[in-house]
């Protein structure tokens, strides 16, 4: 059951921007400082507070917290089940939180901190509020390479537990403004530092003592990246059962069993190998859901966008040649499905490398697996 949605906070409103722009003068710079500090007061007090990363908005809290770890919960309205990340601004904050970092877990942070990549480590028992870690012997941790976020978490002087900041089941937030329309009067501040740049969440990973790597979300480091630094990586399985036909297998990261980011509206993906014949029936499914008199549009990369005529709301991609331009504008595209009332969607596939992985992934989920296949 979902928590209510109860909005009775006066949320703040802190502008950070000039502390990730280039162009930003002296002054500027010092206001942003000043809103990093306040904002880190807050977190430091117990409040809840939204910040930029470089993947995604957190909603953050003193991850030592049961109280303002609650109030995350409550404000997002999040299954319980569901564990949260925990996040640092200094590599020497670990040693608190965890018991043992192996070999491989050590040569993963080495490589990709500060960045897109958590690590499920054993978590020192009483380092974090047992809500933190849903039950969990484990707790996720990750770094984010973002100048606010690490800023703010040093300033709070406490490791910060961080799901993304938005409504559960709802697209994660690119931009301050996601995070106001899902989470305004429900917590306690939010500071703006502008458009992430990933656009979807952390990869998630767990080190085996063998060397092995298993991804558990894939997320903003590919596995490619992955397989350069460990000896070798597989995917839960869990991630690979499709949703057809047998009971898919538990996933490891509890919160992989949820559906996300899907829009209000109907969406199907249509993949093939032949990019007219794609074309063709996606063009005849919006022909036909105009003629039911839906409210339709279309998620499409950058060179077949031309191709399509009629629909009500036409979103880019990007170049197929870039996914990481996809992983950017994703979320963004399913809350503008969603503000533009549109009831039936139709996305094109893109090829499951490097960040083109995570972006399937989180399509997928966000069509609960409705896929054409031409
Ligand atoms: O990029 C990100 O990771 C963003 C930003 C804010 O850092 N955070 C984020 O958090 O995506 P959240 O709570 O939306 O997703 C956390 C995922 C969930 O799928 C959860 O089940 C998994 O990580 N997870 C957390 N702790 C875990 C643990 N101890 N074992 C397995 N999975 C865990
Ligand atoms: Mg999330």
Redesign the pocket.
Known sequence: MRDQDQRDKHTRYWDATAWVSPSADGLAEAKAEEAIAEAAQVLAGGGTVAFP?E????LGGDARSTEAVENIFKAKGRPSD????V?IAEESQLAELVTEVNDTARRLMAEFWPG?L?L?LPVRPGAVSPRV?AG?S???V?M?DHAVALRLIAAAGCPVA???ANRSGRP?PTLASHVGEDLDGAIDGIVDGGPTGVGL??T?VECGADGMVTV??P?GITVEELARVAASVQLDPALESGGGGEAPARP?????KYTHYAPSGSLRIVMGASQEAVAARIQAELDAANARGEVTGILAFEEHLAKYHGAHTMLSLGSLAAPETAAQRLYAALRQFDEAGATYMLAEACPEEGLGAAVMNRLLKAAGHEVIYV
């Open positions: 990363t993947t995604v908005y957190g569901n564990p949260l990340i996040h897109p958590t499920v870690t969990l484990t707790v996720g990750r984010p961080a799901p993304s994660s969440e952390s998630v558990l979300r997320g490891k990261a509890p919160g992989m």
